[in-house]
């Protein structure tokens, strides 16, 4: 059964930011970010799929979909190119509400390590950051400012269905601010001339529970948030380079978080 | 002077790969990559910029290429636009001769850490890679396989401009394995389920020349590589991914080597 018309015309509108925030919804694409989708229970609200295309492996996971009452709907290779944001489309497609974005709902005091991401505006920094984050055990990530959108196309896909697994909220400074005081979390600022590295901040300053803070690359972060920092960590390199890209520094510093908590 | 057809023609085949190879030049846009081929030493053929559309910054820098007896050249606004790749442009573009690629004639005894990246087929990817090894000091790289055209547009722009500062081969295994057999290195393989983390390794298995070679997401290293290795080493992360993005594991790597070797 063809979609009509004006379920054609919402679906291609969740490729832009308007069309997502109009109507609370996000798209997936692709049998391995549908799988992760799935191992975190997130359901997708109706998953869309032209059987021409299909490989077995997104037969399978189709199978696990409507085992969970999910509406998959049959549609035509013509359709599925024309909502789906890739160039080779693996012929499926999921359509999901987007989570709530509001740090206090999402915060549990389960979360002992948070990400923060400062004006990380490239959509493919942000999502390899949001890996990263799951990866060392990061389970909420805040962010500000001029950051990208967590469930743009190319975030998702960056995060390699990260995204599924996180809490993430739309925060400001105050967030970061009230977590500091309430929920007795320390902040460690990347910083390009930072006061010592991360390895002997964790050492010479204990804490139960930590953030982890990072910048754009251009004006690294803001006064703000530096100021709320209990260190400015550095990630030594050689001179021969001006800063670490972006999603490295920040994954180098949670993975030594990691490492520390272990 | 505005630059003829012929000229415009072959500058605009220089943002295609078959271009670049014939020409064997590429292209390098913007006031900050400019300013790293500068600090390197590496002087473009020619430079065009279109005056109505630079900075100050970029002024300083045309100014430090006329010294260097590099010929800049003004064009329009508009032809700045057809031969530009980004949607932005800063009005400059270098156009570059492409080094060598061949190992044995890049090779050079004061390397004593080496990136060899296998099918990294994403442009961002092995540029942030790339970006990475000059800042943990892996003065060379050697690219296998699939991997991307390191002077692609892309590439270089990923890269921040460390694709000026590195020594960068289109090797084969046969490389990796003369390297290892005649320039005593040991080979570090990233591997998802490797034998021990690097920390570990870089302990347990001294050395005085050490590669470090990172895959593909999807595939990994292949075994040719992977049988050459002294050591599969994993980075520890929790069960809630698959696995790290490339370019954070190379670099995650490269890091723990260039720390240990301090």
Not at 73 to 87: F, L, P
Not at 109 to 117: A, F
Not at 190 to 218: F, I, K, N
């Amino acid at each position: 059964m063809p979609i009509t018309r004006t379920e054609l015309k919402n679906l291609r509108a969740l490729q832009t930011k308007k069309g997502r925030r109009e109507h609370m919804r996000f798209l997936a694409e692709g049998t391995r970010l549908l799988e992760e989708a799935a191992r975190f229970g997130m359901w997708p609200k109706i998953l869309y799929f032209a059987p021409a295309m299909i490989s077995e492996r997104a037969t399978a996971l189709i199978e696990r979909f409507r085992e969970a009452r999910v509406t998959c709907q049959e549609i035509q290779n013509r359709q599925m190119e024309q909502i789906a944001d890739t160039k080779t489309s693996q012929g499926l497609i999921g359509v999901f509400e987007t989570p709530a974005t509001d740090t206090e709902q999402l915060y549990h005091p389960k979360y002992r390590t948070i990400l923060v991401c400062e004006n990380i505006a490239d959509p493919g920094n942000l999502g390899t950051l949001l890996r990263s984050a799951l990866a060392f055990n990061f389970r909420m990530a805040l962010l500000l400012g001029r950051t990208a959108e967590p469930y743009a196309p190319k975030t998702v896909r960056a995060s390699a269905g990260a995204v599924f697994g996180l809490a993430l909220a739309e925060a400001g400074v105050d967030d970061v601010a009230r977590l500091i005081k309430e929920s007795a979390f320390t902040l460690l600022a990347a910083a390009v001339r930072g006061e010592m590295s991360a390895a002997r901040a964790l050492v010479d300053q204990p804490a139960e529970r930590r953030m982890v803070a990072v910048g754009s690359e251009a004006d690294g972060l803001s006064e703000a948030l530096l100021g709320m920092a209990s260190v400015r960590v550095r990630i030594d390199h050689s001179s021969d380079v001006d800063s670490l890209n972006a999603a490295i520094a920040g994954s180098i510093l949670m993975k030594e978080v990691y490492d520390f908590s272990r």
